[in-house]
T-cell receptor
Framework: DGGITQSPKYLFRKEGQNVTLSCEQN?????MYWYRQDPGQGLRLIYY???????QKGDIAEGYSVSREKKESFPLTVTSAQKNPTAFYLC????????????FGQGTRLTVV | AQSVTQLGSHVSVSEGALVLLRCNYS??????LFWYVQYPNQGLQLLLK??????LVKGINGFEAEFKKSETSFHLTKPSAHMSDAAEYFC?????????????FGTGTRLTVIP
């Protein structure tokens, strides 16, 4: 079945460590996105990518990094520079054209311990 | 700039009652509007979308929404609530203005259905 796969579902990180969240899609979508979700704040855009080897910062990119080496993959690294990384992270993809919806993965819940 | 405002972070309705979740948008270009639903610890699922073809949009699970340009609104309704409708609902807007088709989300409305 086509879809978006995020792994792991739950992730624990010690303070000062970098962690990488995986996102893979087999929908042949050009665009991919990372959102952060905190209670009462909705979804905030971290990074997005329209094509391979290109990506742009979203509203809250500080402390995060991404890569887009393959069309299917858009991993997110949460670095030690992110001061409050505990959150629910959602990856999405779309065809990238105006009016097209985004399809979401099941999310990764990151907790700093 | 594009944004959406969802009025009411929590809405409670009785089973069988009308569901009304409010969304107002702000956009400098003709908007595309979406409603998504999220169940606990899961991703978002598209309920319906408006792309200017028709102002009344029907979605999955009996939901519909009406685009009202004069009121800059895109409220979500369902005639009769079911227990399975309990979830969080997000309104989103995009306009393709940047070419990236990024979605801008509201802060969400948590729907509780009372038996």
């Amino acid at each position: 079945d086509g879809g978006i796969t995020q792994s792991p579902k739950y992730l624990f990180r010690k303070e000062g460590q970098n962690v990488t969240l995986s996102c893979e899609q087999n929908l042949n979508h050009d665009a991919m996105y990372w959102y952060r979700q905190d209670p009462g704040q909705g979804l905030r855009l971290i990074y997005y990518s329209q094509i391979v080897n290109d990506f742009q910062k979203g509203d809250i990119a500080e402390g995060y990094s991404v890569s887009r080496e393959k069309k299917e993959s858009f991993p997110l690294t949460v670095t030690s520079a992110q001061k409050n990384p505990t959150a629910f992270y959602l990856c999405a993809s779309s065809m990238g054209r105006a009016g097209t919806e985004a399809f979401f993965g099941q999310g990764t819940r990151l907790t700093v311990v | 700039a594009q944004s959406v405002t969802q009025l009411g972070s929590h809405v409670s309705v009785s089973e069988g009652a009308l569901v009304l979740l409010r969304c107002n948008y702000s956009s400098s270009v003709p908007p595309y509007l979406f409603w998504y639903v999220q169940y606990p610890n899961q991703g978002l699922q598209l309920l319906l979308k408006y792309t200017s073809a028709a102002t009344l949009v029907k979605g999955i699970n009996g939901f519909e929404a009406e685009f009202k340009k004069s009121e800059t609104s895109f409220h979500l309704t369902k005639p009769s609530a079911h227990m399975s409708d309990a979830a969080e609902y997000f309104c989103a807007v995009s306009g393709g203005f940047t070419g990236a088709n990024n979605l801008f989300f509201g802060t969400g409305t948590r729907l509780t259905v009372i038996p």
